[in-house]
């Protein structure tokens, strides 16, 4: 009898859980559950300003890897779930498993007030495309750059892209010899901003701010936006345009899902990517919150590894055995400024930061490359 396994999302996670389950298990029936069968590639949404990149290069039709991979697509969006999660309901009908996978990423928070006033560069290519097009029609003023979290889960942030988007908008700047008509303004809630990524690493990311001349507002809480300013505890920032990354929290459809969630709308999952509570059911990247240090990242490396722990897990559960395998607490990133990079890592036993190297940027544009070359047709 032949098994059927449902993989929510088609994103990072999603996509290498796909690969790893054709490895391991070629004869599964797999069907992947997303809107539409395109990968946006979102680390390289940060040099779409700068025109480094277009939106057509960071969006990949997955329609010719799917066939390849002998995957049923099912285009839908997912609005909940029924019997535990044997069953996908989605506003294109439901889908049947046997064993589920979600993987679907999270969402931003949008509940501070103002929020509409700010431009947040990982949703996505039109936001991407809108801080190009704000930056080109300005003839100087003031760029507020920050990030928040989550209140209830302190880790549910993506602050790297910030680092990245303010670093390399002074580059472009610069280049365009434009620099001195702007103030670039860096705020964050803490007086530590991106400790997650290490003690040495946020001295060196400060220092790389100084070096540049980037202004900082750090240590108070954001309390909201308006047209011309950010409001937070310790006063107002004027500002021309607001770019800003809110903390996240889980799909809109967690909810409607019957499954555990964490305090912050994630599926709530053990060290074996198990949802907990749950038969076969699995979780890999920003959809789940997980056992581990407090820097554990929400990025792309990290939703790798889990779905390669969730692919093996899962595999054992339809065979009737336990979990074994556990993924590895990793943060790897390389912090680009438009012509270096700012190589990041950290692990339970490591933490490093190398400085500003142009062999970095030019290593993170081919390991965009090389992993997307799977993808294209």
Same mark, same amino acid.
């Given at each position: 009898?032949?098994?059927?396994?449902?993989?929510?999302?088609?994103?990072?996670?999603?996509?290498?859980?796909?690969?790893?389950?054709?490895?391991?298990?070629?004869?599964?029936?797999?069907?992947?559950?997303?809107? !539409?069968?395109?990968?946006?590639?979102?680390?390289?949404?940060?040099?779409?300003?700068?025109?480094?990149?277009?939106?057509?290069?960071?969006?990949?039709?997955?329609?010719? @890897?799917? =066939?390849?991979?002998?995957?049923? @697509?099912?285009?839908?969006?997912?609005? +909940?779930?029924? !019997?535990?999660?044997? $069953?996908? *309901?989605?506003?294109?009908?439901?889908?049947?498993?046997?064993?589920?996978? *979600?993987?679907?990423? +999270?969402?931003?928070?949008?509940?501070?007030?103002?929020?509409?006033?700010?431009?947040?560069?990982?949703?996505?290519?039109?936001?991407?495309?809108?801080?190009?097009?704000?930056?080109?029609?300005?003839?100087?003023?003031?760029?507020?750059?920050?990030?928040?979290?989550?209140?209830?889960?302190?880790?549910?942030?993506? +602050?790297?892209?910030?680092?990245?988007?303010?670093?390399?908008?002074?580059?472009?700047?610069?280049?365009?010899?434009?620099?001195?008509?702007?103030?670039?303004?860096?705020?964050?809630?803490?007086?530590?901003?991106?400790?997650?990524?290490?003690?040495?690493?946020?001295?060196?990311?400060?220092?790389?701010?100084? $070096?540049?001349?980037?202004?900082?507002?750090?240590?108070?809480?954001?309390?909201? @936006?308006?047209?011309?300013?950010?409001?937070?505890?310790?006063?107002? *920032?004027?500002?021309?345009?607001?770019?800003?990354?809110?903390?996240?929290?889980?799909?809109?459809?967690?909810?409607?899902?019957?499954?555990?969630?964490?305090?912050?709308? @994630?599926?709530?999952?053990?060290?074996?990517?198990?949802?907990?509570?749950?038969?076969?059911?699995?979780?890999?990247?920003?959809?789940?919150?997980?056992?581990?240090?407090?820097?554990?990242?929400?990025?792309?490396?990290?939703?790798?590894?889990?779905?390669?722990? =969730?692919?093996?897990?899962?595999?054992? =559960?339809?065979?009737?055995?336990?979990?074994?395998?556990?993924?590895?607490?990793?943060?790897?990133?390389?912090?680009?400024?438009?012509?270096?990079?700012?190589?990041?890592?950290?692990?339970?036993?490591?933490?490093?930061?190398?400085?500003?190297? $142009?062999?970095?940027?030019?290593?993170?544009?081919?390991?965009?490359?090389?992993?997307?070359?799977?993808?294209?047709?």
């Amino acid at each position: 009898m032949s098994r059927r396994v449902s993989i929510i999302g088609s994103g990072f996670a999603a996509l290498t859980a796909v690969r790893e389950l054709r490895a391991r298990a070629p004869h599964v029936e797999l069907t992947l559950i997303a809107p !539409e069968p395109r990968l946006l590639y979102f680390p390289s949404l940060i040099w779409i300003p700068s025109g480094l990149r277009t939106g057509d290069a960071l969006s990949i039709d997955l329609r010719d @890897f799917l =066939a390849r991979l002998d995957v049923r @697509f099912h285009a839908g969006r997912v609005i +909940g779930l029924a !019997e535990g999660g044997r $069953r996908v *309901i989605t506003d294109r009908g439901e889908v049947e498993n046997d064993a589920l996978l *979600i993987a679907s990423g +999270g969402r931003f928070l949008k509940s501070l007030p103002g929020i509409e006033h700010a431009l947040t560069v990982c949703e996505g290519v039109a936001a991407a495309e809108a801080i190009r097009d704000r930056l080109a029609a300005m003839d100087g003023g003031t760029l507020a750059f920050g990030f928040g979290t989550h209140p209830k889960e302190q880790g549910a942030m993506r +602050g790297g892209p910030m680092f990245e988007l303010l670093f390399g908008i002074d580059t472009l700047l610069r280049r365009q010899g434009r620099r001195s008509r702007f103030k670039l303004v860096f705020f964050n809630a803490a007086k530590e901003p991106g400790k997650r990524l290490g003690e040495k690493a946020v001295a060196g990311l400060l220092r790389e701010m100084a $070096r540049r001349d980037i202004a900082t507002h750090l240590g108070h809480k954001v309390l909201g @936006f308006e047209a011309d300013r950010v409001k937070t505890e310790g006063g107002d *920032i004027a500002a021309d345009l607001i770019l800003f990354m809110p903390g996240m929290t889980g799909p809109a459809w967690a909810a409607e899902s019957g499954l555990p969630l964490s305090e912050g709308g @994630f599926f709530k999952a053990d060290g074996h990517c198990r949802v907990e509570g749950a038969d076969k059911v699995f979780v890999a990247g920003d959809a789940g919150s997980y056992p581990g240090p407090d820097w554990l990242p929400k990025q792309a490396h990290m939703a790798d590894l889990q779905a390669k722990t =969730a692919v093996q897990n899962l595999l054992a =559960a339809l065979d009737g055995r336990p979990a074994s395998a556990r993924f590895k607490p990793e943060l790897i990133c390389i912090v680009d400024t438009l012509d270096r990079g700012i190589l990041v890592y950290r692990s339970e036993t490591r933490a490093l930061i190398l400085p500003p190297c $142009r062999l970095f940027h030019w290593a993170k544009r081919f390991f965009e490359w090389l992993y997307l070359r799977p993808y294209r047709s």
